[in-house]
């Protein structure tokens, strides 16, 4: 069955960011894969005002690429995912920027702030990491019966990242619960990935796993985003197959 979605990826495009293109080689591919009519759009964050610039997509890519042009616009999108229940994904400063919108708009952190952003103002709840991760490669563990593990079908996932920034572990315990799922951890039980509970779809991760497409290779968690955003449209209770070629 063929379905038009209309899915944003929030974020100041830049092609000279590999991320960038690999989000487009991506959810192509996923849409073919799925045989879904997926019209992918990049949304400014500085062209996002007020709902009137997201309600019309049905599903959200929250791209790496931070800080963002208008960290106000990133928000907005974010939280109208979480609260419209929107499919979702944030990929590194996407998964960065979704928990802030989780402490400001669930938690009620509204001095919740971003280090690189706002040096030395509110609530810090993203800070530098102790060591940045740039260009890095590695393994995450994930949790049993996550969105990850169904989308990697299994209990571990290679990780490519390109950030300097992660949650401050001080405030770890914090955000834990209140929906907020812990659902990756890397080596050494650093928070990698988070969902929300009770929502269709709403998933982050620290490390870049778009960045496969760039070489060729799937990106389970962009199928799995493009999936569910089929099933929330049509009102299937059935995720449409995944054709076996790029398997």
């Given at each position: 069955m063929s379905a038009k979605l209309r899915l944003a990826i929030v974020g100041d495009r830049d092609d000279d960011i590999p991320a960038h293109r690999?989000?487009?080689?991506?959810?192509?591919?996923?849409?073919?894969?799925?045989q879904i009519d997926l019209q992918a759009q990049w949304l400014a964050t500085d062209r996002i005002a007020d709902l009137g610039d997201v309600a019309r997509f049905d599903g959200f890519w929250c791209a790496p690429g931070s800080p963002y042009r208008?960290?106000?616009?990133?928000?907005?999108?974010?939280?109208?995912?979480?609260?419209?229940?929107?499919?979702?994904?944030?990929t590194c400063g996407g998964f960065q920027h979704a928990l802030i919108e989780f402490a400001r708009g669930v938690l009620r952190w509204h001095d919740a702030s971003h280090a690189e952003s706002d040096p030395g103002l509110g609530r810090p709840v993203i800070a530098a990491l102790a060591c940045p991760l740039v260009e890095v490669q590695g393994e995450v563990s994930l949790r049993p019966g996550s969105r990850l593990s169904q989308a990697y079908g299994g209990m571990a996932a290679a990780?490519?990242?390109?950030?300097?920034?992660?949650?401050?572990?001080?405030?770890?315990?914090?955000?834990?619960?209140?929906?907020l799922v812990e659902t990756a951890e890397d080596a050494l039980g650093e928070l990698r990935g988070i969902e929300l509970e009770g929502h269709p779809f709403f998933v982050a991760t620290l490390w870049q796993p778009e960045r496969a497409a760039l070489l060729g290779q799937r990106v389970p968690l962009a199928e799995a985003l493009v999936a569910a955003a089929w099933v929330e449209k049509s009102g299937s209770?059935?995720?449409?197959?995944?054709?076996?070629?790029?398997?």
């Open positions: 690999a989000i487009s080689v991506a959810l192509a591919r996923a849409g073919a894969t799925l208008s960290m106000d616009g990133a928000l907005l999108a974010i939280g109208h995912a979480r609260t419209a229940r929107r499919p979702f994904l944030g990780a490519t990242y390109h950030c300097r920034y992660g949650l401050d572990p001080a405030f770890r315990a914090a955000l834990a619960g209140h929906a209770r059935q995720a449409p197959a995944i054709g076996g070629e790029g398997r």
